[in-house]
């Protein structure tokens, strides 16, 4: 059997097989689902590790930044905790949008960002909160280290996505956003998502 016969590859998962990042809860991988240009929303199936269409866009709102999770997170009991108002977590990995100065136009990508807040979400009950963070080493935005550094319109826009992109007119929005928090609060929330993780898969 030749060498290249013999050589056996697999992909790890990346929610499983890949760690939270370099310097959890400051510098965490992010794995990417959806760029700014996707019209499709895509979603990771949790069984095989691959990106899974899961709807197109229902409204004309695109996503405003780089989405996706941060690996071996989960929003359970401890995340639910750090959010009245919330029933329980919403059984998914801790979502993310990256700001980045260049345009990254593909998904199922890994990066290392930097938290630098978060905004409060409950979404049918369930705690969903959505960590902001900024690309390493980005030309512009690399030295941003809380999220009130970054332009209000900027934090606005992702906040009105995140509150209206389910949303059709005439229906009542399941989704409630409020005031964004910042990166200490945001790291609270990043613990706490490694924490429930454990509890679920004991390493």
């Known amino acids: 059997m030749s060498e290249r016969e013999s050589f056996e590859w697999s992909r790890p998962h990346p929610w499983h097989g890949v760690k939270v990042g370099p310097n959890p809860p400051e510098l965490v991988h992010a794995f990417i689902e959806i760029t700014p240009f996707d019209r499709v929303k895509y979603e990771l199936d949790k069984h095989t590790g691959f990106l899974r269409v899961d709807r197109p866009q229902k409204t004309s709102s695109l996503p405003p930044n780089l989405y996706g999770f941060i690996p071996r997170t989960f929003c359970g009991e401890r995340v639910a905790a750090l959010l009245p108002g919330s029933l329980r977590g919403d059984g998914d990995p801790l979502d993310i949008c990256i700001f980045s100065d260049r345009p990254i136009s593909r998904a199922e990508v890994l990066l290392d960002a930097r938290v630098v807040g978060g905004f409060p979400m409950i979404d049918g009950g369930e705690a969903d909160d959505k ?54 609060r945001a790291e609270q929330v990043v613990t706490a998502a490694m924490e429930d993780y454990r509890e679920l898969h004991p390493e």
């Open 131 to 184: 960590i902001v963070a900024i690309l390493e080493n980005d030309a512009v935005w690399g030295n941003v280290r809380d999220i009130s550094e970054l332009p209000d319109a900027m934090v606005n826009r992702l906040r009105h996505y995140f509150a209206n992109y389910k949303s059709l007119p005439g229906e009542k929005a399941s989704v409630q956003i409020d005031a964004p928090y910042g990166v200490e």
